[in-house]
């Protein structure tokens, strides 16, 4: 069971840049994922890490996201660039496949 710890979100306007962490604890986080959920609208996977490094996007954010691991592999990071207001939603850590529990995610909000 990993449990994690999401921050970084905030508002930004149309064409900016956040940085989100995650900070991982517990076992099992060899591959990991960001998910996003709007209002109204399914959790989706947007990026994902393997321990090697290897990485995959959802096809909304290639070219504009970049999904990372520090050093220690336990934190994971999610860079933003090229915000849309498309992209407004809780941002969620998590390994992938995903577990059954979920931290309290991350707001981020585009809008002018």
């Known amino acids: 069971q990993v449990q994690v710890v999401e921050f970084g979100g905030g508002l930004v306007q149309p064409g900016g840049s956040l940085r989100l962490s995650c900070i991982a604890s517990?076992?099992?986080?060899?591959?990991m994922g960001w998910y996003r959920q709007a209002p109204g609208k399914q959790r989706e996977l947007v990026a994902r890490?393997?321990?090697?490094?290897?990485?995959n996007y959802a096809d909304s954010v290639k070219g504009r996201f970049t999904i990372s691991r520090g050093n220690t592999k336990n934190t994971v990071y999610l860079q933003m660039n090229s915000l849309k207001p498309e992209d407004t939603a809780v941002y969620y850590c998590?390994?992938?496949?995903?577990?059954?529990?979920w931290g309290q995610g991350t707001q981020v909000t585009v809008s002018s």
């Open positions: 517990g076992s099992g986080f060899s591959r």
């Open positions: 998590n390994t992938n496949p995903p577990g059954s529990s």
């Open positions: 890490i393997t321990w090697d490094g290897s990485t």
